[in-house]
Structure formats: structure tokens, C-alpha cells
């Protein structure tokens, strides 16, 4: 009694197998976290200028491993580090790293790279922030921005280095974050600095970005740089392994090889001139060589993870 | 082969069924008449185990089986037609394979099994349309081969023709007295057309309000209905009450509404009676001077004539008294029959039928 | 209006050139989601009988409690899967964050209430009499169901063809589960979401046609199965 639905259905759930066959046999080389995969938690802002598909690449042809990511908010990435979700945490936001390493979730923090905010808004520039220094075309937003409608500032909102940055900056201008967030020029946008600048173009607003997604996005948008290479936009990058105490099926060997990798003087040399033939200029800054400028040890950019 | 013993079957403290007692032959079809919502229906799904009693027993040749609704044992040896007509969403092949599927049968017999039953019931050619596009004559017959193709020892079918047209009802019931006749299967059945009853049925019996009130052979219930209620439900009009005034050459003189009316059954005078008589046992005659030898001759006037096909009733009123007359259609186009007109009916004193303890008692 | 022109002409240049990025992860789509929508099968159908045929105290409840269900939005189930999946969560051990496999788990999670509740509406609307007649043939437990089954086939389909369409076209677990890693987890729908965030509106159009075009690819085949 093999009717012609039971045939049909037979047929379905074949074919389902058959694909379900092909995932394993797909996935065979990835189970959770073994010593085959490292899997990064990192910010949006390293992953939008595909330096991360460089980088990963040159280490897995060196080594035999598949390196992954997710690039979401600081905050995000750093959550994901003290669930043990991630074997290591490439993230910018020094404050929020000092607690991460001090609460044991993460060890030997090695910088490797840096790059500047830029406060970037609509040419009309409403605010006449262009040629202010960072916390005076901060002040200038708020003010004018009181008066004017067609000032406003969107706000990654997200917990993220970015985001983290933004607060910090109102905090150094004497501003109470609170009254800031309730403002009515200020939009708070909940997402990544790719969709922030998408966000800001559409509002013809002002937001604060890091300069390697600007760079990536600059030619689609009509936004334009006003405010840039002021010491409170500087961008510091460092990556941190997860602590195998607090989580015990971390990647361990291979955490502690990317972070010697992204150290290393080649790799630096590659952070150095990423970017400039596309663009002009190199979207990040090594971070060896500049330890003095950026406000770090030298230990923090050279010493081997062991 | 079966015995149903004092069933009785409550639904959220109603009670539908109050006490039901039988004994039904092997190979005999037995016909449960009576007006729809007595517990026909119910009955019929207790004796089929799709309901369980509240209290009773079924003896299925001997051993009882109420209790044991999901025993296939019994399940498999009856087999049940719906008045509502059952058609499953697929082949009419397949709609009369189901029984036989269930019972492991190889695909060869089956295939053979129910190719004949489809010749039986005259759907030959029909087996791969789908059952839902039938008409409700066809779906029923194919019901009826479901469950016949399985070879049961008991038929029960719950008022199978109810929602068939005359041809249907027709093959219906020739298939029924078909399978009675060769494959000596027990019948249980309910209608409420006891014309059926009578076509079919060997024993009938009555049910009103949850019990049977009575059983017989179809005469038995036509000639001699035991109550008023079975009387009215037969059919039988001119029920009328009375008291009996005196005894005279062996016979009761009743007297109802003033009229006088002569029976031969003896009653003491002084006792109250209900009594019937078959419109059809009452003869209307226009020239009051007919001779005949019937012994009850009423003067009267036409009241109202009212037309059933070939054969009409006719109101005759009597001072008070109303009795109804069968009298052909041609009579009354012949006779110019109106309201209006004096007329005469007779009737036998054996037509009048007394029922027996009656007329003063609150019903049941 | 010109982006969506622009999107079709994205679409079909994708599909012509074979671009193995979008190969990838359209394969993976389809892979997640007939493994979900497998399993859901497995487990709804069962369940639905069960809830179906058996009188039980709370079985209304438990009815309206299935069908409530059916507007669970994706990122909560995305949320509890990933409370339950994370290492430091009661699965952790099965390593199945950020992998195709939790990615499964959750989709399964998200389609099985609609699965059951649909399945029990199709039982449901089955007319008593053919239950009676089921019944009165003498079916065995066994038989009973899958008559049922059988009978009520046409709505079961299509019970399996809305969790397909919830499964395919789902983000919110997508993402939170799976990370949208790409050439690991990234699918379709979070494809399309990254594409989107990134302002490349043409593209993420194309990404969408394409599975609006699979999904209906795979509707007409299951449909042709439904109808024989």
C-alpha cells in the first residue's frame, strides 16, 4: 500500500537526509572547540575593512587551523569572552578591557594596532563644528543643536569601543550622559558603526566613527570628515586570549599563537600598509614602533605570549 | 446470538437509554423503529463497542462484550453503516480496502475481495474515482461494502436510507436482504420508516424514550399496537377515549364523545378505554341507505379532505367526534367528495382496537 | 524603484556567474533548514497525534499554550537558545554555538509549536464519523493513527510547508546562534542582514529573490506532493 503521497514524502525526507549527510561530511572539520578552530569575538569595526580575511588567511595557510569570527559590539564580544564562547577577544575600549582582565576572564592583553576616531556630519555642517577641536564641536552639537532641528548626532548606542568613546568624550566636555542620551538631536541607533554611518547619511547627522570603517564606507556616502586627529580620538586596538582557568575548552595554543602572530613584525607590517592601495592610507596604524605616542608599554606590543 | 440486558446509558445526567432488554437470532434482521432522538443511535453505537454503558451487559453469543470497547476481538466480527454517509479522501477502491488492510490481508486478496463486493453493489468501473465525488446513494453503498467485504457475523445499520433518495433507499435495502439472504449475516437495523420495518425486518420493536416498548414481528406491532404511544407513532389515527357504558352480545358498547361505538372485546361497563381505528378499516358511504353488515354505522358530515398521493384521508365530524377515513382518490373525484357533504361510515366491531391500560394514566 | 530593478539584475547575475559565495551559503540554507524542518517532523507530528486523540485535564490549555506559541519572535527563541547553548550554559558541552548545528537546534525550537498546533488542527477537523468508522473496522492502535494521518494529509502538508517557510525565512536565531561567520554559519536571511547594515541594499535585493525563488522551488514540489 505504498500510495503515491507516501512515495512523495519518502522522497522528502531522503532528500533532507541527503543534505543533512552533506552538512556533516561539510562540518566534518569543525567540531566545538577544538584544536582545529579559533573562534574570535571581535568588533564591527575590524571585520568591515576585511582585514581580519587577510590576516586569517596568511595564519591558516601557517597553520593547520580554521580561524572564525564574529565581529558584534565590544560589549557584545567581551560578553561572549566570559561565557566562554569565543577562545579570544580582539576588541578597543581600554576601560572595559581593564575590568575584563581584572575580573580573570582574560590574559596577556597584547596591542597591536591603532587608529583615530573622526567626528564626520553633512556638509552644511549646521553646527560649524569643522576646525573645533573634539570636545568644543562636541559642546558646539549640544548647543546649537538645542535651537537648530537640522542638528543631529547619532549614537552607536550599543555598548561597543565606538559607543564607549562617544560617552567618554561627553564625560570629558562636563556633560551628564544622561541629559545627553534625552536630547532631542541625539538619535541612538543600537548598531553596528556600518549601519550608524548608513543611519547618518540618511539623517544627514553627525556621528562619531573609527576611521577604518569610514574608510571603507567614504565613497558611498555624502557625509564628510570634520573634526579628526585630536589625542581624545585615539583608537587603541588590543586583543586579549581568554583565560583557560575560567573556561576550560579554550583554544589555548592557538590563542597564544594569533596573538604572537598579530604581533609580530610582518603582520605589522601588513597592519601598516593595509589599506593604501585602495584608499591612499592605511587603515590602521601598527602599534609597534609607536608605544611612546599611543600611551602604551613596550611590553604590550612585543612580549611573546608563552 | 445477541443479548442485550437491561442497558442503560447516561450523557451528562440524562438519561438516554433506561433500561433496554432483547434477544436478537443469528441470521435474523431486526429492526429498531421509532422516532429519531430515543436512543437509536446510541444503542446501535453500544452494541458496535464505540460507546460504553452505563450499566447493562451484551452478551455476544454468550460472552460479554460492553465493557471491552477497544477489543479488536469482537470489533473485527461486526461491522457498522452510518446514516451520514462515510467517505474517506481517497480511491473508492481504497474507502472499501480499509477493513481488510487493518486485517492483514495480501494485496491480492484484497485486490479480488473488493473488486467483487464493487460488482455486488453495481459500482463496477469505480474503483479508482475518489469516494468524496460519489453521490450520497453511491457513497452509502459504498459504506455498506466496507463493511460487508470483511465478512462480519453482524450487520447494524443506523437509519442507513434516512438521507437517500427512493432508487438509493431501493438498493440499500436489496443489498441488506441480499447479505441476510447469502451470507446468513445478522442484521441489526434502525429506521424511523417502519414501512421499511416492514419490508425488511423479521422481529421489530419499538423504541420510545430509551427503552423498547415493544417487540414483535412487524404485525404484531401493526395489528396490535400496545400502547397509544406506539399507535400514533404507526400511524394509526383516530385514537380517541371513551368509557365503556354496558355489555351487549358479547360486546362492549364504549361511548365516545356521545357517540356510541360497539367492540368486541369485554371490558366492564364503567372502565375507561383508549381505542383505535384504521382509517383504512372505515368505509364512507354517500347513500345512507347501503346495506352493511358492519356493525358500527355513524352519520356525520365531511369536515376536511386531505390528498396523499393515490390514497386521501377524509375528516368525517360526528357532534364532536372526528374519525378519519381512507378513501381513494378516484372516490373522491368520482363522488365529488367536499367538506360540507352528509355522509355515512361503517366500520367492523373487530376494527376497534382497545388499548390496553390507558386513558387515565399520566404517560410514562 | 530603481534599486529593486537593479536588484533582480544583481539576482540573475549572481545565479548566471554561480557565485560560489552565494552557492555557499544557499546550500547551507537548505541544509539547516530541511534538518529543522526534519526533526520538527519527527517531533511534531508524533506530539500533535497524541495531543489530538487523548481526553486529558489542561488539554485546552495546553492547546491555546501551543498556538500562543506560534508568534514567538525569533530573537527570543535566538535568545533562550543561546542562554541554553553558550559553554556556560546547561548545553555548553555540546560546543554547538556559533555552528550550524545550534543553528538547527534553534530553528527547530522556533517551528515545532506551529508544526504541532497545525497538525492537531488538521486531526481536529477530522468529521467524528470517520473516526467511528476507523474505529468500528477494528483498527489496532497503529492503524488508527495512521489512518488519521492519512486522512488528514492535505492540512498536514501544509503544516509542514509554514514551518519550512518560518525555518527559511527566520534571522533573529540565525544570528544570535549562529554569528553569521562566513563560510560557517552565514545563510541567506543573515546575509541578507549583514548586506543591509552595510548599505548594499542591490545586493541584499538579490540575496532576498534568490530565496524567495528557492523557497518557491521547493513549495511547488511539496505542493505537487500535497495534490497526488
Not at chain 1, 569570527?69 to 566562554?84: D, H
Not at chain 2, 360526528?318 to 367528495?337: A, C, F, N, P
Not at chain 3, 502538508?157 to 561567520?181: D, H, K, L
Request: proline content about 4%.
Amino acid at each position: 500500500m505504498i500510495s503515491k503521497s507516501a512515495i512523495g514524502i519518502i522522497t522528502l525526507v531522503l532528500g533532507a537526509m541527503l543534505f543533512c549527510g552533506a552538512v556533516s561530511a561539510a562540518e566534518s572539520g569543525l567540531p566545538e572547540h577544538s584544536a582545529d578552530r579559533l573562534l574570535i569575538g571581535t568588533t564591527t569595526s575590524l571585520d568591515a575593512t576585511k582585514l581580519l580575511d587577510l590576516l586569517t588567511e596568511k595564519f591558516e595557510t601557517e597553520n593547520n587551523v580554521d580561524v572564525q569570527w564574529v565581529a558584534v559590539g565590544t560589549g557584545q564580544a567581551l560578553e561572549y569572552g566570559r561565557n566562554c564562547d569565543v577562545d579570544i577577544v580582539m576588541v578597543h575600549d581600554r576601560v572595559a578591557e581593564d575590568a575584563f582582565i581584572d575580573g580573570g576572564y582574560g590574559l596577556d592583553r597584547r596591542i597591536f594596532g591603532y587608529n583615530y576616531f573622526l567626528l564626520v556630519g553633512p556638509e552644511s555642517d549646521p553646527a560649524q563644528v569643522s576646525g573645533l577641536n573634539a570636545t568644543a564641536a562636541f559642546a558646539a552639537i549640544d548647543t546649537i543643536g538645542a535651537d537648530d532641528e537640522t542638528v543631529i548626532f547619532v549614537s552607536r548606542g550599543d555598548n561597543s569601543g565606538t559607543h564607549s568613546r562617544e560617552k567618554l568624550l561627553w564625560k570629558n566636555g562636563g556633560y551628564d550622559y544622561a541629559a545627553i542620551n534625552i536630547s532631542p538631536w541625539y538619535r541612538e541607533a543600537g548598531a553596528g558603526m556600518g549601519q550608524t554611518l548608513t543611519m547618518a547619511e540618511e539623517l544627514q547627522a553627525y556621528t562619531l566613527s573609527d576611521s577604518s570603517t569610514w574608510g571603507a564606507y567614504e565613497s558611498d556616502l555624502t557625509l564628510v570628515p570634520l573634526v579628526e586627529n585630536d589625542d581624545a580620538f585615539l583608537n587603541i586596538y588590543a586583543v586579549i586570549r581568554i583565560n583557560p582557568d575560567t573556561c576550560q575548552d579554550v583554544n589555548t595554543e592557538m590563542a597564544k599563537k594569533w596573538e604572537n602572530f598579530m604581533i609580530s613584525p610582518e603582520v605589522q607590517d601588513i597592519i601598516a600598509t593595509y589599506g593604501i592601495e585602495e584608499k591612499g592610507t592605511a587603515y590602521f596604524n601598527p602599534a609597534l614602533g609607536n608605544e611612546e605616542f599611543i600611551g602604551v608599554t613596550i611590553d604590550e606590543t612585543t612580549d611573546p605570549v608563552v | 446470538m445477541i443479548e442485550i440486558q437491561d442497558i442503560r446509558k447516561e450523557f451528562d445526567g440524562k438519561e438516554v437509554l433506561s433500561g433496554v432488554t432483547q434477544t436478537i437470532r443469528k441470521g435474523e434482521i431486526f429492526a429498531i423503529i421509532g422516532p429519531s432522538g430515543q436512543g437509536k443511535t446510541t444503542l446501535l453505537r453500544i452494541l458496535n463497542l464505540l460507546e460504553i454503558p452505563t450499566s447493562g451487559t451484551i452478551l455476544f453469543e454468550g460472552t460479554p462484550i460492553q465493557a471491552s470497547p477497544d477489543s479488536n476481538l469482537f470489533r473485527r466480527r461486526m461491522g457498522m453503516v452510518f446514516q451520514s454517509t462515510v467517505a474517506f479522501r481517497d480511491t473508492v477502491f481504497n474507502n472499501i480496502a480499509l477493513g481488510l488492510r487493518y486485517r492483514g490481508h495480501s494485496k491480492k486478496e484484497i485486490h479480488e475481495l473488493v473488486m467483487k463486493k464493487l460488482d455486488e453493489i453495481g459500482l463496477s468501473g469505480y474503483e479508482n474515482r475518489r469516494a468524496l465525488t460519489l453521490s450520497g446513494g453511491e457513497k452509502q453503498r459504498v459504506s455498506l461494502a466496507r463493511v460487508m467485504v470483511t465478512g462480519p457475523d453482524l450487520l447494524i445499520l443506523d437509519e442507513p436510507t434516512a438521507n437517500l433518495d427512493p432508487v438509493s433507499t431501493n438498493v440499500i435495502e436489496d443489498l441488506i436482504r441480499h447479505y441476510n439472504r447469502e451470507f446468513g449475516t445478522t442484521v441489526i437495523m434502525s429506521t424511523h420508516d417502519l414501512i421499511q420495518g416492514q419490508r425488511l425486518a423479521d422481529r421489530v420493536a419499538v423504541m420510545m424514550e430509551g427503552r423498547f416498548i415493544q417487540s414483535g414481528t412487524i404485525f404484531d406491532v401493526f395489528l396490535h399496537p400496545s400502547s397509544k404511544k406506539v399507535a400514533s407513532f404507526i400511524g394509526i389515527g383516530n385514537i380517541i377515549t371513551g368509557r365503556v357504558v354496558r355489555n351487549e352480545d358479547g360486546m362492549s358498547v364504549i361511548s365516545v364523545k356521545g357517540v356510541e361505538i360497539y367492540s368486541i372485546d369485554t371490558i366492564p361497563p364503567g372502565t375507561p378505554v383508549t381505542l383505535a381505528i384504521r382509517p383504512e378499516e372505515i368505509t364512507l358511504h354517500i347513500v345512507p341507505e347501503e346495506k352493511t353488515s358492519a356493525r358500527n354505522v355513524i352519520a356525520g358530515t365531511i369536515e376536511s379532505v386531505r390528498l396523499f398521493g393515490i390514497i386521501s384521508l377524509i375528516s368525517v365530524m360526528s357532534g364532536d367526534l372526528k374519525l378519519s377515513v381512507q378513501v381513494t382518490w378516484q372516490s373522491i373525484r368520482e363522488l365529488d367528495l367536499k367538506p360540507g357533504i352528509p355522509v355515512t361510515i361503517s366500520f367492523k366491531a373487530p376494527s376497534v382496537h382497545i388499548m390496553p391500560g390507558e386513558s387515565t394514566h399520566a404517560c410514562y | 524603484m530603481n534599486d529593486l530593478l537593479t536588484g533582480i539584475e544583481t539576482a540573475f547575475l549572481l545565479i548566471q556567474t554561480a557565485d560560489p559565495e552565494v552557492i555557499d551559503i544557499t546550500i547551507r540554507t537548505l541544509q539547516i533548514t530541511f534538518s529543522s524542518v526534519l526533526i520538527s517532523v519527527m517531533v511534531a507530528i508524533p506530539l500533535g497525534a497524541a495531543i489530538s486523540f487523548r481526553e486529558f485535564r489542561g488539554k485546552k490549555t495546553a492547546i491555546s499554550i501551543i498556538q500562543t506559541l506560534y508568534a514567538l519572535p525569533t530573537v527570543v527563541v535566538g535568545l533562550l537558545c543561546f542562554m541554553l547553548l553558550s559553554r556556560s550554559g546547561p548545553l555548553g558541552d555540546l560546543g554547538w554555538m556559533f555552528t550550524p548545528n545550534g543553528m538547527i537546534f534553534g530553528q527547530t525550537i522556533l517551528i515545532i509549536p506551529i508544526m504541532t498546533g497545525l497538525t492537531i488542527s488538521a486531526l481536529q477537523a477530522i468529521d467524528p464519523i470517520i473516526t467511528d468508522t476507523i474505529r468500528s473496522l477494528g483498527a489496532s492502535r497503529f492503524q488508527f493513527l495512521k489512518s488519521h494521518l492519512r486522512e488528514a494529509r492535505f492540512a498536514i502538508m501544509a503544516a509542514i510547508i509554514v514551518g519550512f517557510s518560518r525555518a527559511i525565512s527566520e534571522v533573529g536565531t540565525a544570528i544570535m546562534i549562529g554569528g553569521n561567520i562566513k563560510g560557517h554559519t552565514r545563510v541567506l536571511t543573515t546575509a541578507i542582514s549583514l548586506q543591509t547594515s552595510m548599505g548594499n541594499f542591490n545586493l541584499s535585493l538579490a540575496l532576498g529573490i534568490i530565496l524567495l525563488v528557492i523557497a518557491l522551488i521547493i513549495n511547488l514540489f511539496m505542493g505537487f506532493v500535497q495534490n497526488r
